[in-house]
Each structure stands twice: as C-alpha cells, then as structure tokens.
C-alpha cells in the first residue's frame, strides 16, 4: 500500500473522529443526575439511569440533564400575620426534588425557573396556614402542625411543574420591632396573672391543709384527755380502795398520818395560827405533851 493510500484512511478517520465528537451521538449520566431526550425541541424521553447512554446525533436530539439529589431553596423574610392580628417576619426554607423532569422541562425550564414557582406557593400557604393561629399557638403548640400542612399544600400545587415539596420549615420567626414591646408586655402581663392564680390556689390549699390538721389535732387532744380523765378518775378510785383498806386496819394510824401531812401543808415556817387547847387540830400534839403516870407522880 502507497504512500497515498494510508494518507487517505488516515484522513478518513481523523474526519469521523471529527464528526463524532461534533454530532455526539452518546451521552453520559452521572449517579446525580437525572436526563431528558429533546427531539427537534420537544421532550420526548425520561432517561433516569446513571452510566452510558446513546442516542440520534446532535441535532436531532439533545439531552437536558437535572439533579436527582434533593435541593433546597432558602426564600427571603416575608411579612405574615396571625390569627390575633400579630405581624411575623418569618424567614422559611424549602426542602424540594424534581420529580418529573419531563414535566419540570415543559413547564419551569430550568431551576432558577422552578424556585419562582416555589416562593409564590409556599409563601402563600405560609400566610393562609400561620393566618388560622394565634402568635402564642404558633410559637409554643402548633408550629409543627402547621409546618407540616404547609408543605402538603404546597407538594400537591407544585405536582403540576413536575417538583416535589419534600420539607418546609421556619429558620426563625420575629416580630417587627414596632410590635415587640407590646407583645413582651402582653406576654408580661400573662405570666403575672398566671402567677397570682397559682398563688392564690397554694393559699387556698395550704389552709385547707392547716384547717384539716387544726381538726386532727382538736380530736387527738380530746382524745387524749378523754384518756387522762378516766385514767386519773381510775387512780383516784383505787387510791380511795387503798386508803379505805388503810383506815379499815387501822383508823388510829391512818387519823395520825392524816394529821400530819395536814401539819405539813398547812404550817409553813413564819405562819401563825390562833387555836385554842381544845382544838382538834391540836390533838396529837397535846397527847405528845402529856406526863406519863410515872413522871405525873414525880
């Protein structure tokens, strides 16, 4: 073979290397990464496995490719107002997926077209759902609730542009300055009233509780001395027994002992009693002082 003949082949295949990599009638896709067959402009084909593709030659058909991964949209503050005619600035994000990408091409284009689809819905719902509660009832109960019936409405509104709302959330929520101080006052004011009323329901009990515990302790001191009464009541009785079987065998001593224990409670030293001899009281002291027969007859 000439000289000639192996420039030819040479040119040859350097021409088709060059119409292949001009018409390219293969295409590649990325595990990411989602594809639409355009023919002559118009979608025809979801392609949605990664690896290598072929296809018709450029221009015949295209391919426009789309993130399968999930994206996020972090929209601006918007102004929103409660149930209780409070303002909230609420700064929102937004979870969302092209679903059908064929769908999504034929609709929105692109995604910078997508997400200004997505704003209006979502800001939308965001205003008729945080609308429906009171400011309180939004911060502290049903944030959640309402979070998750926003992104519902939105999912089922952005189905016709082939996108799917996945997750809405609120990154922060304030007030304007010009209502903060009214509603720190407001909020003021609520937690005061609370605090009074759970003083008032402590006090209201403690003196349940006190007056029960008066009752209790009124009945124990009855009770007791209830016992204490029939307990001395049952000891003077038997002390009465024992001083009866005393004097029973022997009334002289039991007069003499009476006698005197009634000398020493009745006379204390510095006291004067008037008495005559013949006072009884006297008795066992004159008896005490009588002579004796043998000293009578000295």
Excluded: C
Excluded at 3 to 22: C, D, G, M, N
């Amino acid at each position: 073979m000439n000289s000639k003949a192996w420039t030819r082949r040479l040119l040859s295949f350097v021409l088709i290397l060059i119409l292949l990599a001009l018409f390219r009638p293969w295409y590649v896709l990325d595990e990411t990464e989602q594809g639409v067959i355009v023919q002559f402009g118009k979608p025809v084909r979801v392609v949605r496995e990664s690896g290598f593709h072929l296809k018709l030659p450029y221009p015949f058909q295209v391919v426009q490719k789309f993130e399968r991964r999930l994206l996020e949209y972090d929209s601006p503050p918007e102004e929103v107002i409660t149930r209780d005619k409070k303002t909230l600035v609420v700064d929102s994000y937004v979870r969302w997926r092209i679903a059908d990408p064929l769908v999504f091409l034929r609709t929105v284009v692109s995604e910078s077209g997508a997400v200004v689809r997505i704003d209006d819905v979502v800001y939308s719902e965001l205003r008729t759902e945080i609308g429906r509660v009171d400011l309180f009832d939004l911060v502290s109960k049903v944030r959640g609730e309402v979070m998750s019936r926003v992104t519902a409405r939105s999912n089922e509104k952005t189905r016709e542009f082939g996108v799917e709302i996945v997750d809405v959330r609120i990154k922060r929520a304030d007030l304007p300055k010009q209502n903060e101080e009214a509603v720190f006052q407001r909020m003021k004011s609520e937690r005061e009233r609370q605090a009074r009323q759970y003083r008032s329901e402590g006090e209201e009990e403690a003196t349940k509780i006190r007056a029960e515990a008066d009752k209790e302790r009124a009945l124990i001191l009855a009770e007791a001395e209830k016992q204490a009464q029939m307990l001395r009541g049952e000891g003077e009785a038997e002390a009465l027994r024992i001083y009866a079987r005393a004097y029973a065998k022997n009334p002289e001593f039991f007069a003499f002992l009476k006698t005197l224990e009634l000398y020493e409670k009745s006379l204390k030293e510095g006291d004067t009693l008037i008495l005559t001899p013949a006072s009884d009281l006297l008795r066992y002291l004159r008896s005490a002082q009588e002579p004796g027969p043998q000293e009578a007859e000295r």
